[in-house]
Every structure is written in structure tokens, then in C-alpha cells.
């Protein structure tokens, strides 16, 4: 899309005044090289950002990042569309209009997924998903915090809500009859959706102003008069880092004894299902598991690359949507990392070949994996693996006691488990007891809509579940350390 800049003006600043997100993971602090405009008309001339991150063909042709772009005569623009939502190829079967329906969204950190549920029948019939446009204002939860404790908190909730009311029009449902909606998220989500004081969530003790259950009117939520007047009800968490994301795909999630459910995100979550307990606990990963922080990164929208295999000696990819490769999401980097230990490319500290060191693996025309990128996906799978490995020891079991491992997220849907075990995601012990579920947490919500049984499951699991801290746990770093290689 295109768009007239006024003079005087920062433009990611009035991007995001005018409810246009472009991804900022770095928060607009001209790190991260992400907020990529293209100057179609008028004078912008390039900052030294520009010139150290991006290339000097790309600048002769009107790249420019936003965070650093200061008018000093009104400009156009061309940007890419940060909140474009997925819709299937396959074209979306009519609704029964005598059912009654709801809506059920799960609100990631990285991505947002909503879904149009037959209540009478049952079953979800319609999903959009894009990115969480608050990725204009940083790719993790800690940034965002940050954000909204610098005066962006209404900024911060109006591009989520705003994302929210474009899926719920994406789903064509306004003829239906709609009853209801419920929304999982994690408990930072749920603080920037509400409009509410990020302080209690930003250092110790972590005091969150809500962990969820709360039930407010959609019209409210989003501040739309024509929304559908229906109550929204909101997935309670457990604790200020195992929010109603965990909750809601656990109660909806057959668990045997020892069964360990992995939510890989931004955010690792682990529950351990044993002996009646629910053991929680939660790792700060970043977001490189989920396409943020990588120099190719993106959420898992269409275009993604989402699996990397090699056939007939070369690398082959596939993107979301089969769309033409636009950037790598979580399970892509996990894969395309796999693929460059197995032919040697990479060593077991995770450095790469002195032929590929200075500028990476490249899998397809701007599709590249990078030696910073090696880095953050290490540092990320090191805090999952020390997570896991540390509530196990926690709950004094071994590998060997472990009945199933659940791997849940939006990223969990594509990954390959043979490659998160070669990377040292997942511990080998646990290879052929895992399995990918896709996303627990919007399932989570879809079934609440049906199931008169949900919540009181719910209540159940919350007053079982305890929290492992693993900032107090002596062994945590010990393993984090010891995960970091391959």
C-alpha cells in the first residue's frame, strides 16, 4: 500500500498514529532493520541506520527504515502490510444459518489466530491469522512492557484490538447468529488488550492486574459500536508467566500421567502432568523461535518459509500458502539450521564454515540464515531445553519416565521433530514420544464454546498447578550453559 507523509514527522511514529503497523522488533530503536519503507515520491535522505543495515542497492532504490526516517517535506511511501491475515485456498463452506455460532481467538505474542466456531455442530469452520501488530512496537513481551511504560499503552492496544476487529470482519460472519467469544492469551497480552498498568508485570515480586477470566463485551474490547454485541470471556492463566494460553490448551488436551506439554513461543512455557500435579514453569526464549530477532524473520503468515529438506542433494523449502519465500518463520530456521549441521556447514558451537560466516546461508533470493541468527536460535533453544530439563528434575523424574512429550504453538504445527531434536530443542530420549499438536490454545477457546465442561476443567487444572521459579533454581543456568552447542 502507498501513503503521503506530511513534513516534520517521524514516519514509523505516524504509521503507527494513523493505526498502520510496520514490524519493529527492535522496538524503533534501529536495531533490528525490520521497519523497511520504499520513498516513492519526494526527498528522504538515507540516516546512517540505513546505511549500516541495509544494502546500497536497496537504498539507490528508496529503502529506507522508518524508526530513523524524519521529514522534512511531505513524502510517499510504499509499505508492506504487517496485518494481512491468512485465508485457505480451499474455498470456506457455508455456514448453516439456523446453528448459532462464536469466536474464538488466540492472541500470541508474534501472531494472532481467530476462528468462527459452529457452536451447534461443534467444530470450527473458518481461521484467519497475521501477524500481532504489535510487533511495530518490539517482538517480545519484554519490549512491548517497555513500550507501554513509556506512554504507548493505548498505542499498544489499539494495534492488537485493531487486529483483532480486521479477523473477526476477515471471517465473513455478521448474517450469523453469534452468541459469544473467548480469548486465550498470555497474561502480558492480556494487559495490553485491556488497556491496563503493565507495571506490576514489568519486575519482582510480578504483581499482573489480572491473570484473566474476566468477561467484557466485544464492543467495548475493541471499541466498536458495530462490532457484535456479545460477551467475551477471557481464558484465566495460572501464574504471570503461564497465562490462558497454557491454560486453555491443557483443558482441552487428553493428558496421560507424565505427559509434558511444550508451548514454544516467545514465551517457552513446560507443563508437567504428574501424579496429579500440573508443574509449571516458563522461559524467557525470545522470539527467534517464532521468526522474530532473525535478519530474515517473520511470523507465520503466507509467504514464510515454514520446512527446509534436503532431496536429490539440494535444499528444497515450503512456504505458507505456497506464496512466493519472503522470510524465514520458526520452524523454516529450525529446519534450515538441521539441514546446514547435517551437511557440516555448522560446527557444534554453531559457527558457520568460514564461506559462509560473513553472509550467511542463502536458501532463496533474500532468504537467508545468518551466524547472528545461529546465535539467537542457540540462546533460544538453550532456555527451552534448560526449562524442560530443570522441571523434570524438579518433579524427580528422568527422560525415561516421560510417557509423551506434547509440543503445542502455532510453531509446533510445522515443526519437525527430527530437526528440533538435531538442533537439541528436544532431547533425543524424548524423539519418539513427541508429537506436534498445533495450536492448543485457540483449540482451547474454540472448544469452551461448546463444551459446558471447559471451565470447570479449567478450575480444576488452575487449583492443581504449581510454578517452578527458574530464577531461584540453582541448576537453570548450569543447563542453560550446557544446551547452548549442538
Given at each position: 500500500?502507498?501513503?503521503?507523509?506530511p513534513?516534520?514527522?517521524?514516519?514509523?511514529?505516524?504509521?503507527?498514529?494513523?493505526?498502520?503497523?510496520?514490524?519493529?522488533?527492535?522496538?524503533?530503536?534501529?536495531?533490528?532493520?525490520?521497519?523497511?519503507?520504499?520513498?516513492?515520491?519526494?526527498?528522504?535522505?538515507?540516516?546512517e541506520?540505513?546505511?549500516?543495515?541495509?544494502?546500497?542497492?536497496?537504498?539507490?532504490?528508496?529503502?529506507?527504515?522508518?524508526?530513523?526516517?524524519?521529514?522534512?517535506?511531505?513524502?510517499?511511501?510504499?509499505?508492506?502490510?504487517?496485518?494481512?491475515?491468512?485465508?485457505?485456498?480451499?474455498?470456506w463452506?457455508?455456514?448453516?444459518?439456523?446453528?448459532?455460532?462464536?469466536?474464538?481467538?488466540?492472541?500470541?505474542?508474534?501472531?494472532?489466530?481467530?476462528?468462527?466456531?459452529d457452536?451447534?455442530?461443534?467444530r470450527?469452520?473458518?481461521?484467519?491469522?497475521?501477524?500481532?501488530?504489535q510487533?511495530?512496537?518490539?517482538?517480545?513481551?519484554?519490549?512491548?512492557?517497555?513500550?507501554?511504560l513509556?506512554?504507548?499503552?493505548?498505542?499498544?492496544?489499539?494495534?492488537?484490538?485493531?487486529?483483532?476487529?480486521?479477523?473477526?470482519?476477515?471471517?465473513?460472519?455478521?448474517?450469523l447468529?453469534?452468541?459469544?467469544?473467548?480469548?486465550?492469551?498470555?497474561?502480558?497480552?492480556?494487559?495490553?488488550?485491556?488497556?491496563?498498568?503493565?507495571?506490576?508485570?514489568?519486575?519482582?515480586?510480578?504483581?499482573?492486574?489480572?491473570?484473566?477470566?474476566?468477561?467484557?463485551?466485544?464492543?467495548?474490547?475493541?471499541?466498536?459500536?458495530?462490532?457484535?454485541?456479545?460477551?467475551?470471556?477471557?481464558?484465566?492463566?495460572?501464574?504471570?508467566?503461564?497465562?490462558?494460553d497454557?491454560?486453555?490448551?491443557?483443558?482441552?488436551?487428553?493428558?496421560?500421567?507424565?505427559?509434558?506439554?511444550?508451548?514454544l513461543?516467545t514465551?517457552?512455557?513446560?507443563?508437567?502432568?504428574?501424579?496429579?500435579?500440573f508443574i509449571c514453569?516458563?522461559?524467557?526464549?525470545?522470539?527467534?523461535?517464532?521468526?522474530?530477532?532473525?535478519?530474515?524473520?517473520?511470523?507465520?503468515?503466507n509467504?514464510?518459509?515454514c520446512?527446509?529438506?534436503?532431496?536429490?542433494?539440494?535444499?528444497r523449502?515450503?512456504?505458507?500458502?505456497?506464496?512466493?519465500?519472503?522470510?524465514?518463520?520458526?520452524?523454516?530456521?529450525?529446519?534450515?539450521?538441521?539441514?546446514?549441521?547435517?551437511?557440516?556447514?555448522?560446527?557444534?558451537?554453531?559457527?558457520?564454515?568460514?564461506?559462509y560466516?560473513?553472509?550467511?546461508?542463502?536458501?532463496?533470493?533474500?532468504?537467508?540464515?545468518?551466524?547472528?541468527?545461529?546465535?539467537?536460535?542457540?540462546?533460544?533453544?538453550?532456555?527451552?531445553?534448560?526449562?524442560?530439563?530443570?522441571?523434570?528434575?524438579?518433579?524427580?523424574?528422568?527422560?525415561?519416565?516421560?510417557?509423551?512429550?506434547?509440543?503445542?504453538?502455532?510453531?509446533?504445527?510445522?515443526?519437525?521433530?527430527?530437526?528440533?531434536?538435531?538442533?537439541?530443542?528436544?532431547?533425543?530420549?524424548?524423539?519418539?514420544?513427541?508429537?506436534?499438536v498445533?495450536?492448543?490454545?485457540?483449540?482451547?477457546?474454540?472448544?469452551?464454546l461448546y463444551?459446558?465442561?471447559?471451565?470447570?476443567?479449567?478450575?480444576?487444572?488452575?487449583?492443581?498447578?504449581?510454578t517452578?521459579?527458574?530464577s531461584?533454581?540453582?541448576?537453570f543456568?548450569?543447563?542453560f550453559?550446557?544446551?547452548?552447542?549442538?
Amino acid at each position: 500500500m502507498q501513503m503521503m507523509i506530511p513534513s516534520g514527522v517521524n514516519v514509523l511514529s505516524f504509521l503507527r498514529e494513523k493505526g498502520v503497523f510496520v514490524p519493529a522488533h527492535c522496538g524503533g530503536a534501529g536495531a533490528c532493520g525490520k521497519c523497511v519503507i520504499k520513498v516513492i515520491a519526494g526527498s528522504l535522505p538515507p540516516s546512517e541506520c540505513d546505511k549500516r543495515l541495509l544494502s546500497r542497492q536497496s537504498i539507490v532504490s528508496g529503502a529506507r527504515l522508518a524508526c530513523k526516517a524524519f521529514t522534512a517535506s511531505p513524502v510517499r511511501i510504499e509499505i508492506n502490510d504487517a496485518s494481512a491475515f491468512n485465508t485457505p485456498d480451499i474455498k470456506w463452506e457455508q455456514p448453516d444459518k439456523s446453528h448459532t455460532f462464536g469466536l474464538a481467538a488466540d492472541i500470541g505474542t508474534t501472531t494472532i489466530a481467530v476462528s468462527l466456531v459452529d457452536i451447534t455442530a461443534k467444530r470450527s469452520i473458518r481461521t484467519v491469522s497475521a501477524a500481532n501488530a504489535q510487533g511495530s512496537f518490539g517482538a517480545d513481551v519484554i519490549t512491548r512492557i517497555g513500550a507501554a511504560l513509556s506512554g504507548e499503552k493505548a498505542a499498544l492496544r489499539k494495534a492488537v484490538t485493531k487486529s483483532l476487529a480486521d479477523a473477526v470482519g476477515r471471517l465473513d460472519c455478521a448474517s450469523l447468529e453469534l452468541t459469544k467469544m473467548t480469548i486465550a492469551a498470555n497474561t502480558a497480552m492480556y494487559h495490553m488488550l485491556l488497556g491496563l498498568d503493565c507495571t506490576g508485570i514489568a519486575k519482582a515480586p510480578f504483581e499482573p492486574a489480572t491473570l484473566g477470566g474476566e468477561q467484557v463485551s466485544l464492543q467495548a474490547l475493541i471499541n466498536d459500536s458495530a462490532a457484535p454485541d456479545i460477551p467475551v470471556t477471557l481464558v484465566r492463566g495460572i501464574s504471570p508467566f503461564v497465562g490462558g494460553d497454557i491454560t486453555s490448551g491443557l483443558a482441552c488436551t487428553q493428558l496421560a500421567d507424565n505427559t509434558l506439554l511444550l508451548d514454544l513461543g516467545t514465551n517457552g512455557e513446560a507443563v508437567l502432568f504428574s501424579e496429579g500435579r500440573f508443574i509449571c514453569s516458563s522461559a524467557a526464549a525470545g522470539p527467534a523461535l517464532e521468526g522474530g530477532e532473525l535478519s530474515c524473520g517473520m511470523g507465520g503468515v503466507n509467504g514464510a518459509v515454514c520446512r527446509v529438506y534436503e532431496h536429490d542433494g539440494r535444499l528444497r523449502f515450503d512456504t505458507i500458502g505456497s506464496a512466493p519465500p519472503l522470510g524465514l518463520c520458526g520452524s523454516g530456521a529450525v529446519d534450515l539450521l538441521a539441514c546446514c549441521i547435517d551437511k557440516g556447514y555448522v560446527d557444534k558451537q554453531g559457527v558457520f564454515l568460514d564461506s559462509y560466516f560473513e553472509n550467511g546461508f542463502e536458501l532463496a533470493s533474500g532468504v537467508t540464515l545468518t551466524q547472528q541468527d545461529i546465535r539467537e536460535l542457540q540462546l533460544a533453544k538453550a532456555a527451552i531445553r534448560a526449562c524442560v530439563d530443570t522441571l523434570i528434575s524438579h518433579a524427580g523424574k528422568k527422560y525415561e519416565d516421560i510417557s509423551q512429550l506434547i509440543i503445542a504453538g502455532g510453531f509446533g504445527h510445522f515443526l519437525d521433530i527430527q530437526s528440533a531434536c538435531k538442533i537439541g530443542l528436544i532431547p533425543n530420549a524424548l524423539k519418539c514420544k513427541a508429537r506436534a499438536v498445533g495450536n492448543t490454545s485457540l483449540k482451547g477457546a474454540e472448544r469452551s464454546l461448546y463444551d459446558e465442561r471447559f471451565f470447570g476443567r479449567l478450575d480444576d487444572i488452575i487449583s492443581r498447578a504449581e510454578t517452578v521459579e527458574l530464577s531461584s533454581d540453582e541448576g537453570f543456568k548450569a543447563r542453560f550453559i550446557e544446551n547452548i552447542g549442538f
